[in-house]
């Protein structure tokens, strides 16, 4: 390179004065030594210092500029780069702090709520579910009574089934609503103490609270049971409804319930003013003032719902029988589950328990065959209801 640079110098000198003397890197150079017809071989002493001291210069302060220069470059770089991973760094731990708060709190608040929730069980809700497990112990004795034919007498209409909805105003009767009514009313208040996410936080409430959910929609489904196998004719809604029930009960006589009836009906068994469900007695003189007054709604709607119970006789009322059969499976397990800590699990199928069926059987009021399919559409039914929980 430096050889290369001299030629150049050369070149460009050889017209000047040999006298004359260039600056080359700050130092005066004689032209006469930069002459082309001088062979580089022959340099003279003072060409040989000029060009060490080129070389000097080219291979002292120019590395050093340009290594000066490289390293003021990198560290600008390694600044720069400092910098934007600094300022990233700062922006991540940011976002790590918010997000960590934000999860904090809302562990705090679901921590907050899930023990509100647990208070509010024990403290509104245990109390109703004491009172069902009760509820659903009588009335299931209650149901297993109507195979004892000497109460049927006590059940028959004394009015005429054209003209009015409630046909008797006997205390059998009376009794026989209240006590199928109660639990109904039991969880009508029960779910006005809950929401669903309240029952997440307990299994052993949510369970007892499906079950008497379903209690109250067995009311409902009356076509449903009735199309269990072995399948009923049942046709109520027809043209002559009234006298075609009177000739053939089992399959014209309306057995269930639409839940614009129900509703009204459970609330006659609720004391509202006092949050509690009423006494016998009270529903008794509601029964009494609404069978009194056949206008009023509410005297259809309770009408309806005791008129299964209305000259009942099992081989007459055959869907309604297999309805009962299934709030009786469901009202054993309320009771026994209510009696059972969360941490124990419950079995996983409806079964009868054995002294209800010899209860069944022992006072004869049907054939084997009709118990025997009242018993396996009610297991049918009710082991449904545990696959679509």
């Known amino acids: 390179m430096i050889r290369e640079r001299v030629r150049q110098a050369q070149a460009v000198m050889a017209h000047r004065n040999?006298?004359?003397?260039v600056r080359v890197f700050g130092q005066r150079v004689p032209v006469k030594l930069l002459r082309s017809n001088c062979p580089c071989g022959q340099l003279t002493e003072s060409r040989r210092a000029v060009?060490?001291?080129l070389e000097g210069y080219m291979s002292g302060e120019v590395i050093a500029a340009i290594v000066t220069a490289s390293a003021a470059f990198l560290a600008t770089v390694a600044a720069v780069y400092t910098s934007r991973v600094s300022m990233m760094t700062t922006r991540e731990l940011e976002i790590v702090k918010s997000t960590l708060g934000r999860e904090s709190a809302e562990e705090e608040a679901r921590r907050t709520y899930q023990y509100e929730?647990?208070?509010?069980?024990?403290?509104?809700?245990?109390?109703?579910?004491?009172?069902?497990?009760?509820?659903?112990?009588?009335t299931a004795d209650r149901i297993l009574s109507l195979t004892d034919i000497r109460r049927w007498n006590e059940l028959q209409a004394t009015r005429d089934t054209k003209s009015f909805w409630m046909l008797s105003k006997s205390s059998e009767i009376i009794s026989l609503a209240h006590a199928l009514l109660e639990p109904l009313a039991l969880y009508t208040l029960l779910s006005e103490k809950t929401t669903l996410v309240d029952?997440?936080?307990?299994?052993r409430l949510e369970e007892i609270y499906r079950?008497?959910?379903?209690?109250?929609?067995?009311?409902?489904?009356?076509?449903?049971?009735?199309?269990?196998?072995?399948?009923?004719?049942?046709d109520p809604v027809v043209p002559g409804w009234r006298d075609k029930r009177l000739q053939n009960p089992a399959t014209y006589w309306w057995q269930g319930m639409t839940r614009v009836r129900?509703?009204?009906?459970?609330e006659l068994c609720v004391h509202r003013d006092a949050g509690r469900i009423t006494t016998i007695a009270e529903f008794e003189k509601r029964y009494l003032e609404l069978y009194e007054a056949p206008d009023d709604s509410r005297s259809k709607s309770l009408g309806l719902f005791c008129n299964p119970l209305y000259n009942f006789r099992i081989e007459d009322r055959p869907v309604y029988w297999r309805m009962l059969m299934c709030?009786?499976?469901?009202?054993?397990?309320?009771?026994k589950r209510s009696r059972v800590s969360s941490e124990l699990g419950t079995s996983s199928h409806f079964d009868f328990d054995r002294q209800d069926i010899d209860s069944l059987q022992r006072r004869g009021a049907m054939t084997d065959e009709l118990l025997d399919a009242s018993i396996n559409a009610a297991l049918t039914y009710t082991n449904r209801l545990l696959d679509q929980q």
């Open 327 to 335: 709030q009786l499976l469901i009202y054993r397990r309320i009771s």
């Open 18 to 21: 040999p006298g004359d003397a």
């Open 51 to 53: 060009r060490a001291d």
């Open 117 to 138: 929730a647990k208070r509010r069980i024990y403290a509104e809700c245990e109390p109703i579910v004491l009172k069902l497990a009760q509820s659903c112990d009588y």
């Open 199 to 203: 029952l997440s936080f307990d299994s």
């Open 211 to 234: 079950l008497a959910q379903a209690a109250y929609r067995v009311h409902q489904d009356d076509y449903t049971i009735a199309g269990i196998e072995p399948n009923l004719a049942y």
């Open 262 to 266: 129900l509703d009204p009906a459970v």
